[in-house]
C-alpha cells in the first residue's frame, strides 16, 4: 500500500517524454560504445587503484551502456530504494489523505520533470545503492548514456577513444571511493538515512519555508543557491546533515576530477580540453534550465566539483600525503566549512598526523 504513495509509472512516462530522443540513439556509432565501455572501465580501474590507492573490494567494474529511457528507469528504481524508509513512514497518512491520489500524481510529474531533464545532460554515473534482497546484476553498475556521449563526441569534435576513456575514469573513481574504503558506503547512506528519518510532511514546515524564501528575496539573496528546494524545506537537524552530505560530496566530487585528469594523463592528452568545455557545460544553463538546477539543487552540486578541487589541490599545497587521511576514518572527513577553507581543515588534521 505505502508503496503507491509515489506514482512511479507516471514518473517514469513523463521523464521519458521530458527527455525526448537524442538523435545518436541511432547512430552507426552506437555500435562501438558497449566495448569501448567495457574495455575502457576495465583499463580505469588500475589506473585509479595506482593513483589513489584505492582498490575495490567488491570485485571487477561493470560497465552499462544505456540510452536515456533506461537511465531513467535505473534512476526510478534507486529512487524507490532510497526513499523506501520515507514511504514506510508516511506511505499511510498519504495513502489515507483525500488529497492523496492528486499528491501521487502532482509529485511522480515532479520528479519525472526532472529525470527527464537530467537524462539529457548525464554522461555516465556509479550506482553506490546496493540492497541484498534484490537482484545483484542490476546493482554496483557503472553506467553511461551512450547517446549523450556521442552528441558531445561530434559536437566538439572529441576524439571518442580518448573522450570514453577519460569518462570511464571519473566514473570508477567513485566506485573505488565506496567500494575501496569499507565504511563509505553505510557511512553515506546513514546520511541519507539521517536526513529521510527526520522528514515531517507538516504543511506548516511549507508555510514557514516559504517564510524564509520571501525574506531572502527581500533582502536581495537567492534562496535556492545553496542546495536548492531541499535545503530551503529541511529542519536544522537536516540542514545540518545536508551540510555533512554536502561536504562529503564535494571531497568525492573533486577528487573524481582530480583523478580522472591525472590517472589518464599519458593516455588522455586531450583531457585539459575536456575539463574546460564540460566546466563550460555545467556553467550554461538559462532560463527555466536555470531556475530547474537551483529547484533540485543541481547548481550547488556543480559547484561541488570546483570547491572540492580547490580543497584538494590547497591540502596537497601544504601535505600532500595527509589527503590519504580522508580515507581512514569518518572523522577525518572535510565538512563543508572545511571544503570551502580547507586551513582549518589542515589545522585539525595536521596535529593527529604528526602525533601518530
Known amino acids: 500500500m505505502a508503496a503507491a504513495a509515489v506514482d512511479w509509472g507516471l514518473a517514469e512516462r513523463v521523464a521519458v517524454r521530458v527527455a525526448g530522443q537524442e538523435p545518436f540513439a541511432r547512430s552507426y556509432h552506437a555500435d562501438s560504445l558497449d566495448g569501448d565501455f567495457a574495455e575502457f572501465t576495465a583499463l580505469a580501474e588500475g589506473l585509479v587503484a595506482d593513483e589513489t590507492g ?81 537482484d545483484p546484476d542490476d546493482q554496483d553498475i557503472v553506467y553511461y548514456v551512450g547517446p549523450n556521449v556521442l552528441a558531445l563526441e561530434k559536437q566538439f569534435a572529441f576524439p571518442p577513444r580518448e573522450f570514453r576513456l577519460w569518462l570511464a575514469l571519473h566514473e570508477v573513481t567513485h566506485r573505488a571511493q565506496f567500494t575501496g574504503v569499507p565504511w563509505m558506503r553505510p557511512h553515506f547512506l546513514a546520511l541519507v538515512e539521517r536526513t529521510l528519518g527526520a522528514v515531517d510532511p507538516d504543511p506548516a514546515r511549507l508555510l514557514d519555508a516559504m517564510g524564509r524564501m520571501a525574506d531572502a528575496v527581500r533582502t536581495g539573496q537567492n534562496p535556492l543557491s545553496d542546495g536548492g528546494i531541499m535545503t530551503l524545506l529541511a529542519s536544522p537537524e537536516q540542514r545540518a546533515v545536508l551540510d555533512e552530505v554536502s561536504g562529503l560530496m ?5 577528487h573524481g576530477d582530480v583523478t580522472m585528469d591525472r590517472a589518464g594523463v599519458d593516455l ?46 590547497a591540502v596537497e599545497a601544504v601535505d600532500p600525503d595527509l589527503l590519504d587521511r580522508v580515507w581512514e576514518d569518518p572523522a577525518n572527513l572535510p565538512s563543508l566549512a572545511e571544503i570551502r577553507h580547507p586551513d582549518t581543515w589542515l589545522d ?9
Not at 97 to 126: D, F, H, I, N
Not at 272 to 293: C, D, I, M, P, T
Open 348 to 356: 585539525r588534521l595536521r596535529p593527529a598526523a604528526m602525533a601518530s
Open 268 to 313: 588522455v592528452p586531450s583531457a585539459e580540453r575536456f575539463s574546460r568545455v564540460l566546466r563550460q557545460r555545467r556553467q550554461q544553463a538559462s532560463g527555466f534550465n536555470k531556475l530547474l538546477q537551483q529547484l533540485i539543487g543541481l547548481e550547488a552540486k556543480l559547484a561541488q566539483y570546483e570547491q572540492g578541487e580547490k580543497f584538494i589541490h
Open 54 to 134: 584505492l582498490r575495490s573490494l567488491a570485485g571487477p567494474a561493470r560497465a552499462r551502456v544505456t540510452d536515456r529511457p533506461g537511465w531513467i528507469r535505473a534512476n526510478i528504481s534507486s529512487f524507490q530504494r532510497l526513499l523506501r524508509p520515507i514511504i514506510d513512514k508516511f506511505g499511510d497518512r498519504l495513502d489515507t489523505s483525500p488529497l492523496a491520489p492528486v499528491a501521487k500524481r502532482v509529485t511522480a510529474a515532479e520528479v519525472g520533470v526532472v529525470l527527464g531533464w537530467m537524462s539529457t545532460r548525464v554522461l555516465g554515473q556509479y550506482d553506490l545503492l546496493i540492497i541484498e534482497d534484490e
Open 250 to 254: 564535494s571531497l568525492l566530487e573533486g
